[in-house]
């Protein structure tokens, strides 16, 4: 297989276009055949839709069932079990994803009622669900956001829906990070892409979305997760069951030598600052100016985690291009500021060190 790229990225508003595109740009009809069965694992943590930041958008799932479809794929399963106390039926029809069925066919399957079986990794004896295990080709869906006990939620953590909820409790008790980790190195999916169009802050339930209008689509979690990471606020070591799972040698960390490709990189989205609540919040500290939404989202991830700046507003957006100006801008269209953070989208950790420097000057 020819690597072309580690990471892809896309951009839009038009997220069943966006997700066939970004598909079709890693050819991954290349990796299919048509009499596989296919695994489809959204996170629907919760029946709440998806533009409150927890679960995925079912036009992601939607342009992927498409994809499959036209390269002549018919078995598809969308499995998900919902956290313990909510109902993954519920969840499948509130979150879209019954329509979903309807439209094209394919089969909803509820973890919570599938058959157990019981597999060992890295010490522990995990109980995971069947459905999960016995598919040809796994797809996890997962989105990128916050959480108030791991940091952060994406491809590692999503997968969690594939454990029954006796099970689930169990890793709570167990401490979240190594079952976590451990439970990566039984169920591999085959491909993720990440849903990041509008991810919780700060919690796995949703409430305050930041709007990023992004999806990502890559072979190795811990990549796309450290990735990830560094979007919304964090260094990968910072995540431990990030940092335990690539210990255990299941994947590679973000680094120079990963290659991203973006698409649509000179038509991303410009942020909607007025409608977002963490925006409005946190716009006291903003100078915005036609700036692209994933670049805006890292500035809040940012902002969230360091809590502001002392001196004047941080500056953003394609309006400051070819400006020289004094203070703190973000992002390569503030290379005219005095100090600014590179990046075309930057990550929310450079712009909280950044900002650490800038507040100390
Ligand atoms: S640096 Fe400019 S062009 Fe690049 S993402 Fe930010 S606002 Fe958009």
């Known amino acids: 297989m020819i690597r072309i790229a580690d990471i892809y990225i896309n951009y839009g508003t038009d997220l069943q276009e966006i997700t066939y595109e970004i598909m079709k740009e890693a050819n991954i009809a290349s990796r299919l055949k048509p009499d596989m069965r296919i695994g489809i694992k959204p996170n629907l943590v919760l029946a709440r839709s998806a533009d409150e930041g927890a679960t995925t958008h079912p036009e992601i799932v939607e342009g992927i069932i498409l994809y ?3 390269t002549g794929i018919d078995d598809i399963t969308i499995l998900e ?16 994803y ?8 394919v089969k909803l399957l509820d973890t919570k009622r599938d058959n157990v079986i019981a597999k060992a990794s890295k010490g522990l004896s995990l109980n995971v669900c069947e459905s999960a295990v016995s598919v040809d080709y796994l797809i996890n869906v997962p989105v990128l956001k916050g959480h108030c006990q791991t940091g952060l939620t994406c491809c590692l953590k999503n997968l969690k829906g594939c454990i029954p909820d006796s099970e689930k409790r169990r890793f709570h008790s167990l401490g979240l990070h190594k079952p976590i980790a451990a439970l990566s190195a039984i169920l591999r999916p085959s491909l993720h892409i990440v849903d990041s169009v509008c991810g919780d802050l700060s919690f796995e339930e949703g409430g305050n979305p930041v709007v990023a209008n992004r999806i990502m689509l890559g072979f190795d979690p811990i990549l796309l997760d450290s990735y990830g990471a560094q979007l919304i606020g964090y260094n990968p070591d910072d995540i431990k069951h990030l ?19 973006e698409l649509n990189e000179h038509n991303r989205p410009i942020v909607n600052t007025k409608s977002n609540n963490i925006s409005r919040r946190l716009s006291k500290y903003i100078e915005e100016d036609s700036a692209c939404s994933a670049c805006y989202a890292s500035l809040i991830y940012a902002l969230d985690k360091i809590g502001g700046v002392n001196n004047e507003k941080i500056k953003i957006g394609q309006g400051f291009k070819g400006k020289t100006l004094d203070g703190l801008g973000v992002g390569k269209c503030t290379s005219g500021c005095k ?3 590179k990046g075309c989208p930057p990550k ?3 712009i909280i060190e950044a900002i650490k420097g800038y507040n100390s000057i």
Request: glycine share 12%; net charge neutral; hydrophobic share 25%.
């Open 68 to 70: 499959l479809q036209d």
């Open 81 to 96: 079990g919902s956290w313990v106390g909510d109902s993954t039926q519920r969840a499948f029809k509130n979150c879209g």
């Open 98 to 105: 019954t329509k979903l069925q309807e439209k094209y066919g």
């Open 243 to 261: 940092r335990i799972a690539k210990e255990y040698g299941l994947g590679n960390y973000v680094s120079d030598d990963t290659i991203i490709k």
């Open 339 to 341: 100090y600014y953070v």
């Open 348 to 350: 929310a950790n450079d």
